[in-house]
C-alpha cells in the first residue's frame, strides 16, 4: 500500500503517475520543505541498527516534521521543476502545481501539441540530412571503388 495512494483525487492520481520518481521509499523520504516522511508500520522498510528508532525520536520532538506512516508500505515522490515532493504534503508545494495544470489544461495541451509537431519536423530534417550524407558516402565509395578498379587495370596492364 503507498502512502496516501486510496485517499488521492483523480488529479492528484494523474499528477502522481505522470511525475512520479519511479519508485516510493520503503523507509522514509524528504519533501523538498523538509518535512520528512517515513514508515513506522510492522512492514516498516529496511532500516538500518537503530535508524527508526531515532526517526521516532525526532517525530516526538518535532511532529511537524517529522510523519510516521504506519498503514503504509511506501511512500511515493514526485519530482517536478527540480523538486521532490510528496503529493499530499503540509506544505502543499504539489497542490500548487496540481492547480496550475488543472487550471491550464488547454494551454499545456496546445503547448504539447506544438512541442511535439517542432520535434518531429526536427526530426525529419535531421532524416533528411542523414540520407543526404549516406547517398554522398554511397557516391563516395562508388567513386572509390572505381577508382580502385582503375588502378587495379593498370596494375594488370604493367604486368
Do not use: W
Not at 503517475?17 to 519533501?31: P, W
Amino acid at each position: 500500500m503507498t502512502l496516501y495512494h486510496e485517499q488521492y483525487s483523480e488529479e492528484e492520481s494523474a499528477f502522481q503517475e505522470a511525475f512520479s520518481t519511479g519508485g516510493g521509499s520503503t523507509c522514509g523520504t524528504y519533501c523538498e520543505c523538509g518535512r520528512c516522511y517515513f514508515i513506522a508500520g510492522s512492514d516498516h522498510g529496511d532500516y538500518e541498527e537503530g535508524q527508526l528508532d531515532d526517526l521516532l525520536q525526532s517525530a516526538q520532538n518535532d511532529p511537524d516534521k517529522f510523519i510516521p506512516e504506519d498503514n503504509y508500505s511506501s511512500i511515493e515522490m514526485v519530482e517536478i521543476g527540480g523538486e521532490r515532493l510528496v503529493v499530499q504534503c503540509k506544505c502543499a508545494k504539489a497542490q500548487k502545481y496540481i492547480k496550475f495544470f488543472e487550471s491550464h489544461l488547454h494551454e499545456i495541451a496546445k503547448y504539447a501539441a506544438i512541442r511535439l509537431k517542432q520535434r518531429v519536423a526536427q526530426l525529419r530534417r535531421e532524416l533528411a540530412e542523414d540520407t543526404l550524407k549516406a547517398s554522398a558516402l554511397g557516391e563516395s565509395l562508388k567513386e572509390y571503388q572505381q577508382t580502385e578498379a582503375r588502378i587495379e587495370d593498370v596494375e594488370e596492364f604493367e604486368e
